[in-house]
Every structure is written in C-alpha cells, then in structure tokens.
C-alpha cells in the first residue's frame, strides 16, 4: 500500500506492507535509527516520536495509520545548523542520560509533555514521563532536564517548523 | 514482533464500517486506536485477515449532554476525554479514569470504543462504565441498536457484539456532582490495575476479578439495605472469580477487591472529591 508520510519537514511516498510498524518504517524505510525499539510491547517508550503534535510509541502504530501524518523523531529536533533543541541541551547539560537507550524516547516524550504543560512541577514531569523506562535509572536528572528545559519557555515544547515540502 | 499479514481498509464514514464488515465477517477486526489490538495481533493471539480503519470517521469523537445522560462517540481518545469540559462537569468518574488508562503516548492513541469492544476484564474504562450503567450503541446492517452496558460484556475478549457491527457510542447518565470513586491497584505506574474499583452512587464495578469487569452485587445489595460501607465491602469478593497470576494469587485479588471497595465507598461518600 502507498503510504505518503511527512518526517522532519520531509515528505515521501512509499510502498509498505499494511503490517509495517512505523518504528520500523521510521529506521529501515527513512534510515532514522535514532528512534530504539525496546520491549515492542507499548511498555518501554524508546520508540516514541512525535505524531501530528503527540507523543506515540512508534511499536504500536502501523505506517498505514500514519499516512498523511507529520512525524518529528529525535533527528528532527536540532536546527539545519545543528543547534540542539532546548530540550536536547537540557538533557546534555543535566546529565539526563547513562547508557543513552532510553534517550531519544525520552527526549520526545518531554517535548510532548512540555507542549502540553510547559512548567511542569517534579510530579508532573515523572507522571507525564510514566510511560518511559529508563533501566539505567537515571530519572532524577532525566525530571531535572525536563525541568531545566522548560525555563527555556514555550520553544522547548515545540517541533521545529515543517521545512517546505518538496513538489 | 511483526504481525501476520492482512489487508488494510480506510473507510470514512460509519456505513462504509458497517459495509466492510459485513463483507469481510467475522475476520476482519475493527482498527482505531490500535492499543489493544495491535499487541495482541503482534504476539499472534489475533490474526485477522482484514483490518478496518475507522481512525478516519470525523464525526466519532464528541462528548455531548443529551436529555440526562452524556453520549460519547466511540473514537473518543482517552486523552480527550480525560481533559473534556463536558464530562468534568456531568460524569468526573470518565475524565478521572480515562486519565489513569495506561501512560500519555497510549492515551493519544486509544479510543473508549477500542477498550469496550477489546473487553479486557482489567481495562479501567469498562470497570468504570459498567458502575455507571448506560448502554453501548452499535450499528450494524439492520441499523442501530442499544445494548445495556450491565449486558455487553461476556467474559474474555468476549462481548455481545455482532461481527457486522461497530460501536458508535456509550452513553451514561449524567452523575453530576454525586460522590464517585476509582481505586487502582497497580505495580507500576503504567500498569493494568491487578484489581481496580468504581464506585457511582452505591454501584460497585471490579476489574480482574472474573472473566470480565463484573458488579459487586452483594455489596450493592447490603448498600440498598442499609449496611455499614465496612459490611458492605467485607462482601465485595463474593460471586467472582479472580485467576491468579504472577502478580497476585486469587485470595490476593479477594482481600483487594474487599479492601479497594471499601476505601472507593468511603470516598465516593465524601462527595465529589477528586481521588488522589
């Protein structure tokens, strides 16, 4: 089946399966390998990006169901100069990683979070971050990044602008 | 985990729904959120040939007073009905529960008609529903019909529902400001609940103890006669039949079910005080 899925400002048409995952389309038909899939069970959120401003588990949605949607994975998140996303910092500057599995997951579940409340108290963020694991257990500095992030204002709850979209 | 193959259908309004399943039968499974279906169909304990999208029906997704009750449309997100205006003010038990299902990423994605038709016993919306009462409206090639909510569920993965038909609705009364509770049991933060509690005004529903989400009847019945809510609740467990599992042994779910119920009475008779 033709799907036609926008990811990071980019739109293509591609034949797929309907038993596609999109975490599987996201790295094996776009070549975006940041997005980890964990447990494949809707569990972990290693796998979650972003889709038509929400956060998804990627395992969990077909790439049929997302066909005309826009998809911000972690790769879309820094500017076209590199400029890392306030998000990004944040978890950069806090330390709000060990082994880095869980990050790019973790990362995308914040900007979620952030868009739909932009000053979260500690609660808010580890309640708004309940469906991501980290093994390492390093969530204190993941609740801290979240946090630091958010005093960058409302630009750390935001996905850079869709980039044109080719003819 | 990739799922058997299937082929895929896009339908746009209700009775093409109703057209392809029709066709398709017994299977074809419907698709809407995806968040039970999709995990049961990627461990292959579901292998439905046909998947019908209905994710694309605009018109599934409201939440609107009608007479003295509140009519949901099927395809209602739980993260929309967890912050809906309507629902705070006429029915606060389905906002309160929507916002327990699971985490953020599954609440974006899953519908209340993908959690009643799925029929998981420990699904937090079906145990809240079955306290309200009400009924679910289904549509099939014949038309509309109303099945009571006290009547739908069967048992695992089972419900009254035809293979021809869909769920366009579940309508409850209008609560208002009536004393209600939810009290989940859970390991993890993100988890089912191992037993989990509604309470509306003196109806108790249970998740986990049976088959399905089932009443506490006999605690129903010493409320209506006027018992303490400590004799009530000592009698939640009777009638059930929890399984066991890894989690919890079935004197476990027992003495939860009678525990939870008491603690959801309690509240519930506090008035409408939000659960913490």
Redesign the interface.
Known sequence: MQVSITVNGQQRTDEVEPRLLLAHYLREVRGLTATNIGCDTTSCGACTVIVDGLSVKSCTVLAVQADGAQVTTLEGLAGPDGELHPVQRAFREEHGLQCGFCTPGMVMAAVGLLADNPDPSDREVREGLEGNLCRCTGYHNIVRAVRSAAQAGPAAGQVPQVQEVEA | ????????V?VQSVDEAVAALTEHGEDAKV?AG??SL??IM?LRLAVPSV?I?I?GIRDLSYVRVEGEEVAIGAGTRH?ELERDAVAAAEVPILPYVASQV?????R??GTIGGTVAHSDPASDLPTALLALGGTVVVQGPGGRREIPITEFWLGFFETALQPDELIVEVRVPRTGSAGWAYEKFTRR??DWPIVAVAAVEGRVALANMAGSVVRATATEEALARGASIEEAAALADQGTSPGADMHADQEYRRHLARLLTRRALQRASGGAAAAA
């Open positions: 985990m990739i799922p058997s193959q299937f082929d895929y896009r698709l995806g968040h999709l995990p990627k998947l999208d994710s993260h699971g985490d953020p990423q599954v974006h994605r933060a993100n």
